[in-house]
């Protein structure tokens, strides 16, 4: 059971907007740790795809924006292409386990 | 570029050891921490710790202390991660990964390691 929830599967036709949600609690998102997202595709390894909560490295399209909120935080992507068709993970800290966390990860169909 | 090489896949039996090998290049490897994640057979990213490349300072996840152990060789931009005593849901790929600001900004290609008997 991972310390950040996120949904197991995601779904949505191409150029449509979908939303993957992490949930936390008050020892890691709550407290005002920040929270990255990774995109992974089959075979490869995971890439940055947000960081500090809604900032994009170069070379990731604007599609993708993140957001958090309380405990929780959001990974939107609009207008959906095929090739955004993958595993998207959180990633944040958590003070009570003092070490880092991550989400179990959601596949986007 | 910025790159993470890290050692070939290996195949262990129950109860043995390995260590798996990290060389970093095109940055200043004691500026930044590297961790370690791994990832079994169709499962998701667990993150197993972490060093200071500069002061060999060591983080460990609960699952970690006792079995594994992460040190780092400055002089040749190296970081290590060693797993004993090896059971069969040790397999999976395992990443080392360049920390900036929380974030895992470069990843190494992973390396597989395979327990059986």
């Known amino acids: 059971q991972s310390v950040l929830t996120q949904p197991p599967s995601v779904s949505g036709a191409p150029g449509q907007r979908v939303t993957i949600s992490c949930i936390g609690s008050s020892s890691n998102i709550g407290a005002g740790y920040d929270v990255h997202w990774y995109q992974q595709l089959p075979g490869t390894a995971p890439k940055l795809l947000i960081y500090g909560n809604n900032n994009r490295p170069s070379g990731v399209p604007d599609r993708f924006s993140g957001s958090k909120s309380d405990t929780s935080a959001s990974l939107v992507i609009t207008g959906l292409h095929t090739e955004d068709e993958t595993d998207y993970y959180c990633?944040?800290?958590?003070?009570?386990?003092?070490?880092?966390?991550f989400g179990g990860g959601t596949k986007l169909t | 570029q910025v790159q993470l090489v890290q050692s070939g896949a290996d195949l262990k039996n129950p109860g043995a050891s390995v260590k798996v090998s990290c060389k970093a290049s095109?940055?200043?490897?004691?500026?930044?921490?590297i961790h370690w994640v791994r990832q079994a057979p169709g499962q998701g990213l667990e993150w197993l710790g972490c060093?200071?490349?500069?002061?060999?300072?060591?983080n460990y996840a609960q699952m970690f202390p006792g079995r594994g152990t992460m040190t780092r060789d400055t002089s040749i931009s190296t970081a290590y991660m060693e797993l004993s005593r090896l059971r069969f849901d040790d397999t999976a790929v395992y990443y080392c990964?360049?920390?900036?600001?929380?974030?895992?900004?470069?990843w190494g290609q992973g390396t597989l390691v395979t327990v059986s008997s």
């Open positions: 095109g940055y200043t490897f004691t500026d930044y921490y």
């Open positions: 060093i200071n490349t500069d002061s060999g300072v060591t």
């Open positions: 990964a360049r920390e900036r600001d929380t974030a895992i900004v470069t």
């Open positions: 990633q944040s800290y958590d003070s009570g386990l003092s070490h880092w966390v």
